[in-house]
């Protein structure tokens, strides 16, 4: 576990902070100012709670049922009924990178001061996350709307010391016995603490971060990718000149461009298109890759514009404004703004996977592939090459094709009709992780058939250029295998897959080409 310290402030945090506690374990504690605002903030609630008036989520049900005033006998067991009624999911189990940062990133926002809750309970969120301890959130119950609810609910029950979690060894145990072996006293919920603990877009953000990070190593990789494919089949890097970019001055193209210009620089191999099998052009897939990567870069710039804004928010309902001693309702939990990025990224995944694919097979086709064995195999007939290596990755581009439909256009209206329209943020975000994951297999199989291909090409004494060298040794100090007869492919595959999603590709390039975009 990573001992840095994320220090969470009254101002949002970074995504930065967000990658490092969810994936690097990092610790988190609050700051003297979070204190100060947390307590100032819970003034006005007390205050609020003492009048006869009823203020939701203070003194009121919750949703369709807000129309009810709660006495004060009553209200801390409203409070643990939110949480328990609320924690009603269902399905496999959530990725603990997931629920970290969720945790932390409903943290963030009671840092703000605008949610009412006391220190106490800020605090022992922080503990858990600090104790590595891991609350068992399920795959359905959030419609993105009033926030990810039920994936919260969850998070709360376990501070709650109820429901179960998962400890530091990875083991699923009750949640109180954890907390008692870490030395965390369950919190006891008051006023409006238990709906503060349940009111965000913390589930839905948390993947949007985390995606933007495995998306910019994927696309900085498939350009590599395209460059070693365009080496292999003999095409023009003449097509990626600044110049050329410039006149079509899309931002994430001309990086592209010149991510791969540089990528070949040097090559052998490049420029022999008028040499076999001559042709005015290369194909689409080769020649408008900087277009199609580029495009998709311009996506995920976007994307983080609207993380980075999600980032620095404090999503509550209601929230309190302390500056003037009041609480008021809002919609700011809807997660329409994060739900429409996070489809968009996935229409952005499939189309990427779909031209990588486009690629590989112009690689194995004879037709096509400008005298390179068919499939590249050893012994074409005896040796069937990677033929099925293409099936495998045509599987996963249809597959994310289908996860390219958006769910944002989507909302079945809950709470008796209160909550009449909602994000489906939630489902957005889950099926671009499995987006995120189908597109690095598919960057993995081009990569395996592109250096495959290049190595052909230098048997035949044409010399690639010192990056896709690069890249080359490394793959194979990796353990993936270069040219050869028929062997088991499914190791091969999957070390190819792990040497894209660890950035081990981008590294080794940059090994030659110096910092990629």
């Known amino acids: 576990m990573d001992m840095h310290t994320v220090v969470v402030g009254t101002s949002g945090t970074t995504a930065e902070d967000v990658i490092a506690v969810a994936r690097q374990g990092a610790r988190v504690e609050l700051s003297a100012a979070a204190v100060e605002a947390l307590a100032a903030a819970r003034e006005v609630i007390d205050a609020l709670a003492a009048k006869p008036e009823p203020v939701y989520g203070v ?32 399905g496999p189990h959530v990725e603990r990178e997931v629920v970290r940062a969720l945790m932390f990133l409903r943290l963030k926002t009671l840092a703000s001061g605008h949610t009412g809750v006391r220190p106490e309970v800020a605090g ?43 400890g530091p060894d990875g083991t699923v145990r009750p949640a109180g016995e954890l907390l008692a072996e870490h030395g965390i006293t369950p919190v006891e919920l008051r006023e409006k603490e238990g709906l503060a603990l349940l009111n965000g877009t913390d589930g839905m953000l948390g993947m949007l971060v985390m995606a933007l990070a ?24 003449r097509v990626l000149a600044p110049e050329l970019h410039a006149i079509r001055p899309h931002p994430g193209q001309g990086v592209s461009a010149d991510n791969m210009l540089r990528v070949l620089a040097g090559s052998g191999l490049t420029g022999h298109h008028q040499d076999v099998a001559p042709r005015v052009q290369d194909a689409y897939s080769v020649r408008c890759a900087p277009q199609v990567n580029g495009a998709g870069r311009d996506t995920l710039a976007h994307g983080r514009l609207v993380a ?34 996070l489809d968009f990224l996935a229409i952005v995944a499939a189309d990427l996977g779909s031209i990588t694919e486009r690629r590989t097979d112009r690689l194995l086709d004879k037709n096509r592939s400008h005298g390179l064995p068919p499939f590249l195999a050893g012994d074409a007939g005896v040796d069937s090459g990677l033929m099925i290596a293409q099936y495998t990755q045509a599987a996963l581009v249809s597959e994310l094709k289908r996860l390219a439909v958006p769910a944002s256009v989507d909302s079945i209206p809950s709470s008796a009709m209160q909550e009449d329209h909602v994000s489906m943020g939630w489902s957005a975000a889950r099926k671009l992780r499995t987006a995120v994951a189908g597109l690095t297999r598919i960057v993995a199989v081009e990569l395996y058939t592109a250096t495959r291909a290049v190595e052909l090409r230098a048997a035949e004494g044409l010399s690639p250029a010192p990056a896709s060298q690069a890249v080359i040794e490394a793959l194979r100090a990796a353990g993936v295998q270069g040219p050869g007869p028929d062997r088991h492919l499914a190791p091969d595959l999957a070390a190819a897959e792990t040497f894209v999603r660890e950035g081990r590709l981008v590294e080794a390039a940059q090994s030659v080409t110096g910092p990629l975009a």
């Open 59 to 90: 003194s009121t049900g919750f949703g369709a049922l807000a129309s009810r005033h709660i006495g004060p006998g009553l209200r801390a067991q409203l409070q643990r009924n939110i949480v328990r009624s609320h924690a009603a999911g269902m």
């Open 124 to 166: 022992t969120l922080a503990d858990v996350l600090n104790a590595g301890i891991t609350p068992v959130v399920h795959e359905y119950g959030s419609l993105g709307c009033s926030g990810d609810l039920a994936p919260l609910s969850h998070c709360a029950l376990t501070l709650m010391g109820e429901g179960e979690a998962e």
């Open 214 to 237: 495995d998306l910019d190593n994927l696309y900085t990789g498939a350009d590599i990718t395209a460059a070693l494919s365009l080496e292999a089949l003999l095409g023009t890097d």
């Open 308 to 341: 980075d804004r999600e980032l620095a928010s404090a999503v509550d309902n209601p929230v309190v404004l302390p500056a003037e001693g009041r609480v008021e309702s809002n919609g700011n939990f809807h997660g329409a703004p994060v739900a429409y990025v």
